[in-house]
């Protein structure tokens, strides 16, 4: 299920996750870390390589124990 609210950091630009649990960044071409927060979930940090198309990333988060 999509987490609305979640917190995406990418190398410092942060956004929260809308209704459908996806935020957007306009990234340059490179590689990037991506750590996701959310209450109530484990933070997950993933890495990201952007090159000259879009690139789309699905994170899962898992529920706090």
């Known amino acids: 299920a999509a987490v609305e609210g979640a917190r995406v950091n990418v190398d410092g630009a942060i956004l929260k996750t809308d209704a459908s649990g996806v935020a957007e960044f306009s990234l340059r071409k490179g ?26 990333k699905e994170v899962a988060l898992t529920a706090n124990a």
């Open 31 to 56: 590689n990037y870390t991506a750590k996701i927060s959310a209450r109530g979930y484990v933070t997950a940090t993933e890495s990201i390589a952007v090159d000259a198309s879009a690139v789309s």
